[in-house]
């Protein structure tokens, strides 16, 4: 007997519609004689509001508190959903993760999963039980609850398929496939049959919001094969895999485009050896995510420029922990709000030459003008003015023949 498990998104259980057609899907693999583990997030907008609660009582809400609060929107839908299958005779029930248990490491609101224990879980199975587990959240050593990063519940499903020893991970979404970008913003998105880990995972890291970025490097780790299918309409969907099996020989595979990204310029800094550490050491030490960095080079050999990326979210308190650093020096510090990063992606860069050129001389010729530049083997990203990312991308698609 194969078993599955099947992930179902905010938007795929929005709505008591949706979570009656949810249950269908499950009662197709059911009755194909499957064992099916599900994993559901909260209810589409249940956690964004969760959010905006603890923000209107505390500007500092406790962390562990704040994590017990974002892990109730799934107790909802697993229930909804478990009641529904009992409904349409399936035996089915909810588990919360910590009578699982899912059991987490690090901090609050960024833990990762590192063990499951499925005895029982195997037990239910087998019982002909179809258990519907909450996404996003697990438990510590404290016995505290924890949440895995926005988003979560795709990790889960895929440490779920690790620990139960799955024959298949599939991530139902309310989109049919990973897409060359958003198909929501660029009408000439073309689906993707096939993709490798590490596209995804830079896909994903650079703002295509269609997985979780831990929970691709959870399944390239593990191994694991993931499809990514509507829960809307039954269509073939995208594999996400390592396997080098009937690849196409596409230079670029797609394009990613950010929001909420900030810049920050540090002009006439004093240069001296461990300025970068200086500046950097106070942001790390408060969790700020540094992203693009470039150091201009020093024409007098006393100062320089540093300029570089972080979620705009972050600015005031980068703004306060910069004016803050006794350790530095410098003449004037400048903000950019409105820069998002551009990026393509695609394995077939490191054998193809001139793909650089290409991506740059394409927004030249549309006068982008390009603010930082960041490459990786199968990346280059580019930060420009949020106003021109939807004709970068649109430009970048044609260029590289993803229309
Ligand atoms: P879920 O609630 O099911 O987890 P998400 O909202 O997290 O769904 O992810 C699906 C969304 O990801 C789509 O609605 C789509 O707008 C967005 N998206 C961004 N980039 C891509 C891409 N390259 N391919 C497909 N979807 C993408
Ligand atoms: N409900 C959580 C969120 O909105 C987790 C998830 O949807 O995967 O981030
Ligand atoms: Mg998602």
Redesign the pocket.
Known sequence: MKTVVLK?????VGSIERIKKVCKIIYSYKSKKNNVVVIS?AM?GVTNDLVKKSKLLSNNFNKAEYDALLATGEQTSCALIAGRLNHIGLKSRSWQSWQIPIITEGPHSSARINQVIVKELKKYLKDGGTPIITGFQGINNRFRLTTIGR?G??ATAIMLAKFIKADECI?????D?????????HKK?KKIKKIFYDEMLE?ASL??????PSSVQDAKLNNIDIK?KS?FISKPGTLITGSTKTFSNQIIT?I?STKNDAKITIVGVKDKPGIAASIFKPLSKNLINVDMVVQNISLNGKETDMTFTIKSDDLKKTEKLIKQNKKISYKKLSFDKDVSKVSIIGVGMITTPGITYRMFQALALKKINILVISTSEIKISVLISAKHVKKAVSVLHKEFKLD
């Not at 991530?171 to 989109?175: A, F, L, P, R």
């Not at 703002?207 to 979780?212: F, I």
């Open positions: 179902f998104g905010g938007t795929s997030s589409s988003s519940s795709d991530i139902y979404t309310d989109v496939g990973v897409y060359t970008t958003d198909p929501r913003q998105a896909m703002g295509s919001k269609v997985m979780q990514v829960s797609g990613s």
